[in-house]
């Protein structure tokens, strides 16, 4: 039973067709290295698949009452990063104590509260106005020494946080 060469090469597959066709670095066959007194000529390229002659032949077997024409989505709005900056940084200030990070909290906040739209409301977690609330807390607590001073510290008598002093030895 004879196989037409088409098929001959379907059933090989890529990697013997690959074998057939590897050439060395300098574009010669392999099978032109047994003499090497004689004059190297690079092999012709091999012939287009019939496999690919025989699909461009096909009828398109797209159905046209399945078209779906294209129509472009709306981009979705970027995210918030103002409103990110406005609930992160008054708890920055808190823990730091750092006025001037309370105050850039206190900027962004009511930046973000004035230019607050629906949709931005709708799709927050907490209203801008907790925000701004936060952010002027954090600066009272970072205003706060200012007004409740810490107690003086006794000279000699440490933070409070040293050990206990020794027990008495027993007599």
Do not use: C
Request: aromatic residues 6%; charged residues 15%.
């Amino acid at each position: 039973m004879s196989v037409p060469r088409a098929q001959a090469l379907i059933l090989a597959g890529p990697l013997s067709r690959r074998r057939r066709q590897s050439k060395h670095h300098d574009g010669t066959s392999p099978s032109h290295h047994i003499a090497s007194s004689r004059t190297r000529f690079p092999q012709p390229s091999p012939s287009p698949s019939p496999l690919i002659a025989m699909a461009s032949q096909k009828k398109d077997m797209r159905r046209d009452d399945l078209i779906i024409p294209y129509s472009q989505v709306e981009a979705k709005s970027d995210p918030d990063f103002s409103g990110t900056m406005a609930s992160t940084l008054p708890m920055a200030a808190i823990f730091t104590r750092n006025k001037m990070v309370g105050w850039t909290a206190v900027i962004f906040a009511l930046q973000t509260w004035l230019a607050e739209t629906p949709e931005t409301k709708s799709a927050a977690s907490t209203p801008s106005i907790f925000t701004v609330g936060m952010s002027f807390m954090s600066l009272i607590v970072s205003y706060l020494p200012l007004f409740l001073p810490p107690p003086p510290v006794r000279a000699g008598a440490g933070s409070g946080t040293e050990a206990p002093a020794a027990a008495p030895p027993a007599q």
